[in-house]
Nanobody, 125 residues
Framework: QVQLVESGGGLVQPGGSLRLSCAAS????????IGWFRQPPGKEREGVSC???????PHFASVKGRFTISRDNAKNTVYLEMNALKPEDTAVYYC???????????????????WGQGTQVTVSS
């Protein structure tokens, strides 16, 4: 069955780095778009980044250049490298998959069919 599992979250000091992983099973990432979303405490879920089915990363798919999304088809895993973390980045981070965005992806949660359980990222000194 289709499953997405996030990992790599934790507590990090401001300015630090984390790499989140989104491992897919039940389908191959090639041809599927994967998006990263986050939900800060008390706030709405927002899009962070995405990669389309053909590997295209839109210009908006990074947070001020600090976050980088990548895909390893051999491992069927998508990563989110987060650098220069700020307290405002504290949130539960989710990955999601869609089979309907091959050429260009969008960070609209309504367009994604499959969701992981989320991983907590806390940026604090």
């Amino acid at each position: 069955q289709v499953q997405l599992v996030e990992s790599g979250g934790g507590l990090v000091q401001p300015g630090g780095s984390l790499r989140l992983s989104c491992a897919a099973s039940g389908f191959t990432l090639d041809g599927f778009a994967i998006g990263w979303f986050r939900q800060p405490p008390g706030k709405e879920r927002e899009g962070v980044s995405c990669i389309s089915g053909d590997g295209t990363i839109p210009h908006f798919a990074s947070v001020k250049g600090r976050f980088t999304i990548s895909r390893d088809n051999a491992k069927n895993t998508v990563y989110l490298e987060m650098n220069a973390l700020k307290p405002e980045d504290t949130a539960v981070y989710y990955c999601a998959g869609s089979s309907d965005m091959y050429y260009f992806c969008q960070d609209d949660a309504q367009l994604y069919d499959y969701w992981g359980q989320g991983t907590q990222v806390t940026v604090s000194s």
